[in-house]
């Protein structure tokens, strides 16, 4: 068994001081081991430590152009290739953007995220297990016809959906198909940014595996759906037959490769036979354009009709071979009242077309008389059937648009009984809510007025408190208590606990706080201003700015810093719900730069405050 999101060629996992190494994190994720690497880039198994699953991340590290500065930077080697690392770096994400669409597309690597981090990118993928279709090809040498169905018809679902939304894998091979234990498929290790990378810059090498690269990616060629259907064909070609085909590029100069249909692998349809042939034309022409006009050849099931003749001309240089059709006597003229003769003829007809290394056309002579007269009749008798079927389905159509008015009636007359019914029950019933909601008015009005001259005497009260309860604590910052929300001052025993912030109870954050506000003498100055429900007083202290000459006490407080909007804009407590809006202002600004705070305070816990 092997483990998937390899980018390696060979899959071999080696170490390398470029790496990062296990325990390391890029963001939220926590590095376990490598998986691969190669010359575009590193993949590492890592932990989501906010979902605490398992993943795969690709890294963007191309050795030709970059290299990591310490243990986590990565930068480019020189200025000169600085454009062409960017370049490539943001063709990556644009991958990673892309496949993250693609999250329900069966057969395809599912994308959960993409970051940018370190000087480079990452794309955060499914980690997946077992093995690729390349191993067990070493081991087994070929597939059956039950399980080729199972590897192509999900990969030409999930090649749809890709291509539908503008992207090409561009690297279908064997090493690139993971199979579960049922035989299923996943493909993996999308090519896309690294063969525009290779495109670009002659720092990079675009690599292509003999055998399974159309001639197209060669060359300046354009290339499309058609591209992947060669490496998809080749693919299957190598799971059938137990070896690649010829290199395209060989077969340009002299073409070597033995169609399937001429093979016939046992158990094994013509028309997929067929199907593959025309996926692996040279000329990328001659192959099918989308999954979607491919789909129909491979599925075909019948063989040629046995009195349809198919005539191979002579190679021509390209090696590319058209094969020409020729009817026999019983083909080129069927019975006018065979139905049955005259779609055998035409499916043997369509079969022969599209059978063999390419799509076939007629020879130069032009078609043949005798069987555009035998597609002409199969198209008469075609558009016979179905008027006749437009006819029944009117029909029935008709009966059970009857059937369905004389229900309505009926569901009509019911409705209208068990309306009134529930108009009576709901006079009734109106009539009890009414009573019942006269009785809860008064009972409410008389509570409402209690509670109206409760919250007078309670405000009034409030308001003399508070008069009464201004003071001023001066003296030097001694220690943070529970929270980040008491401090102490030197010469007092009680603590002081701060207007604008909330609980942050994290001994690590706090000690973080500790160390920066004692780094130097300080001296605070604190007003009372509030107080909690339950009658703690609130007080918003000023504190001396870091290099402030002695005297410290008499250090005006205009020249002061509000400890609590200082800690709330380094990162070290969360404002409370209801501070000034500054407060808030400086929440945003920590949270946009990651500070100690946010990387610490998990989402569940930060829903739970006020939602300002």
């Known amino acids: 068994m092997s483990t998937t999101n390899d980018p390696s060629p060979d899959h071999q996992v080696e170490d390398d001081f470029v790496a990062l190494k296990p325990g390391q994190t890029i963001g939220r994720y926590e590095v376990i081991s490598i998986l691969g690497q190669g010359g575009f880039g590193i993949t590492y198994r890592a932990r989501d430590g906010q979902l605490g699953r398992e993943v795969a991340i690709k890294e963007y590290l191309p050795s030709a152009l970059a290299i990591r ?20 770096r943001e063709r990556f994400v ?10 329900r597309v069966p057969a395809i690597v599912h994308v959960f995220d993409f970051l940018e981090a370190n000087g480079t990118a990452y794309i955060v993928m499914e980690l997946l297990s077992g093995e690729t279709l390349e191993d067990r090809l070493r081991r087994d040498r070929t597939l059956g016809p039950a399980d080729v169905d199972k590897v192509l018809w999900p990969l030409l679902d999930g090649l749809e959906q890709v291509h539908a939304a503008g992207f090409l894998h561009r690297d279908i091979k064997p090493a690139n198909i993971l199979l579960d234990d049922a035989g299923r498929p996943t493909l993996i290790d999308f090519g896309a940014s690294r063969a525009a990378m290779a495109g670009r810059t002659t720092a990079l090498t675009a690599i292509f595996t003999p055998g399974y690269a159309a001639a197209e990616q060669m060359t300046s060629a354009k290339q499309g759906p058609w591209t992947d259907i060669y490496g998809l064909s080749a693919t299957l070609y190598h799971a059938i037959t137990g070896q690649a085909p010829p290199s395209a590029f060989d077969r340009l100069l002299s073409d070597a490769y033995t169609p399937l249909a001429k093979l016939a692998p046992a158990g094994f349809a013509p028309g997929l036979c067929a199907g593959i042939d025309a996926g692996l034309a040279v000329v990328a022409s001659d192959r099918p ?3 979607a006009g491919w789909r129909p050849l491979l599925g075909m099931t019948q063989a040629p009709a046995g009195d349809a003749t198919v005539v191979m001309p002579a190679a021509k240089p390209s090696g590319a071979h058209r094969p020409v059709i020729a009817p026999s ?3 080129a003229a069927p019975k006018a009242g065979s139905r049955v003769g005259l779609w055998i003829a035409a499916a043997g007809l369509l079969i022969a077309l599209l059978g063999g290394g390419g799509y076939y056309a007629y020879s130069t002579r032009g078609p043949d008389p005798e069987m555009v007269k035998a597609r002409a009749l199969a198209e008469e008798e075609a558009a016979k059937r179905q008027k006749a079927e437009e006819e029944m389905a ?8 009857r059937r369905k008015d004389e229900q309505a009636a009926a569901e009509l007359k019911r409705q209208a009984a068990e309306l009134k019914r529930q108009e009576e029950l709901a006079a009734a019933r109106q009539r009890e809510i009414e009573e019942e909601a006269r009785r809860k008015y008064e009972a409410e009005l008389a509570e409402q007025k209690r509670q109206d001259e409760e919250a007078r005497r309670k405000q009034a009260e409030e308001l003399e408190a508070r008069r009464k309860a201004i003071e001023f604590v001066q003296g030097d910052f001694e220690h943070f208590g529970r929270t980040l929300l008491l401090i102490g001052l030197a010469g007092r025993s009680d603590e002081i606990r701060l207007q604008g912030v909330d609980i942050v109870n994290d001994p690590a954050l706090r000690q973080l706080a500790v160390n920066a506000l004692a780094s130097e003498p300080r001296h605070l100055r604190c007003r009372q201003t509030d107080r909690l429900t339950d009658g703690t007083p609130l007080y918003r202290c ?9 005297p410290l006490d008499q250090v005006p407080d205009n020249e002061r810093t509000d400890l609590a909007l200082a800690l709330v804009r380094n990162g070290l407590v969360l404002a409370s719900c209801d501070a000034p809006r500054s407060y808030a202002d ?4 920590a949270r946009g730069r990651q500070q100690s705070l946010w990387s610490r305070v998990k989402i569940q816990e930060y829903k739970r405050r006020c939602t300002r």
């Open 586 to 589: 400086a929440e945003d600004e």
């Open 94 to 103: 644009s991958e990673g953007q892309t496949l993250a669409t693609l999250h």
């Open 394 to 401: 009117a029909l029935r159509a008709a009966d059970e648009k």
């Open 69 to 88: 500065q310490g243990d986590t930077t990565v930068r480019p080697r020189n200025t000169r290739m600085s454009d062409d690392f960017t370049w490539g």
């Open 329 to 331: 006597a019983a083909a």
């Open 542 to 550: 000023l504190i001396t700015p870091i290099g402030a000459k002695a």
């Open 289 to 291: 354009q989308t999954i």
